[in-house]
C-alpha cells in the first residue's frame, strides 16, 4: 500500500520515462526535411523558452495532465510577447484567443490540458498572473489555455486537474531536453489510431537568412492516414479510417515559438503553415478536430511592456520577404514533432479498461525503409 501511494505521487510529480519509449524518429535514420535542427531538437533550443510537464496517472481511470510552456523567465505579464493564434479547425475551447487577436501579444504562459479543465487552468494563470511581483496593481489578465479530449483513456468528467497541477506544471519549467509521449497534457491522448502525446523539434534556418530558430511543441489526439516522410504507412498497415467520423476526430495544439521578431501579421502567416506540417503527416482536420497553432516570438528587442513613459514602442521586425525559411522551418518541425509524439508513446489502458497501442516501430521502420523513406547512412 505504502509502495502503490508513492508511485502515485512519483506519477504526479511528473516522472515519466517508464511511460515514454527512448529513440525519436531521428533516431531512426527518419530526417524530415532539409533544415538542420537545434541541439535538443526542441522547442527549448529557442533561447529561454521552458515546457513543464504535471503527469496524473491514479487507479484505472484517471490519465491527463497539464504542459505549460514559457515564452521567457521574467514577468509575461509585465513583459508581453508578440504572438497570433490560428484556427485550423475550430471544434475547440481554447481560452484568450480574442484578446490575442485584438492586441498582438501573449501575457501568460501557454498552458495545455483536457478539455473540461479549460476554466481550471486558466483560473490557475490568474492566480500565477497575480501573484508575481510587480503585478499587484493588475485587475485583467487574458490566460491562454489549449486543450484536447482525453476521455476514452480518462475520466475526463471527474475533472481531475487542480490549480495545483498547473502551476505546479510552470514552476517545475525547464530549458533543454524535455520529455515527450505520455507526459503531461499528453497523457491520455490518441494519435492516427495509436497512443498519441507531447511531441517536440525545432529547426535553425542558415546564418544568411539570420540564423534564427523555430521550435515547435505539439499535443496529439487527431486521426487521419498516416504517412511518414510520405511513405504511406497507414495503407500499408490497413490501418486507417473507415468511417471518417469518430475515428477521425480529436484535436491538435500546436505551439512555435521563435527567436525572430516577427510582428504579430507575420506570426499569423507562421502560424498557418504549421498546419502544412500536421497535413503531411496525413492528418485531415476533420469535422470534430479542435486544431489550433499559437505562434510567439521572442526576439528580446520586441518585448512589450505592460506600462511605458512613452507613446510608442519602438521594434525590427523582419521583412516579408524573410520569412520563407521561417515558414519552412515550421512546416518541418511541426511534423516532426508530431512524428515523436507517437514514438515516443507507450501502450495505455485507461477508463473503463480502453486499451490504446503504441506506434509498432518496427512494422513502421520495415515500411519506410522499403519506400526509401529512410537515410542510410545515419
Partial sequence: MIAQKILIITLILGSTHVFSQSKRVRDYGIEIGVLKPGKFNSITDVNGVKVGHTTIIKGDSIRTGVTAILPHSGNIFQLKVPAAIHLGNGFGKLAGYSQVKELGNIETPIILTNTLSVPEASNALITYTLAQKGNENVRSV?????????GWLNDIRGRHITEKHVLDA?????????????????????CFQYKGGIGTSSRVIPKKLGGYTVGVLVQTNFGGVLQINGVPVAKAMDNYPRSYTYDTDGSCMIVVMTDAPLSSRNLERLAKRAMM????????????????VIAVSTAKDNLIPYSSDSLLIETKTLRNEATTPLFLATIEATEEAIFNSLFAAETMTGKDGHKILSLPVDEVIEIVKKHNGINTDH
Fill in 170 to 190: 510552470i514552476n517545475n519549467a525547464k530549458s533543454g531536453k524535455i520529455e515527450e509521449g505520455n507526459v503531461g497534457a499528453g497523457t491520455g491522448t490518441i
Fill in 142 to 150: 487574458n490566460s491562454v489555455v489549449g486543450e484536447t479530449n482525453d
Fill in 277 to 292: 506540417g500536421l497535413a503531411k503527416t496525413g492528418g485531415i482536420a476533420s469535422n470534430g478536430s479542435g486544431d489550433y
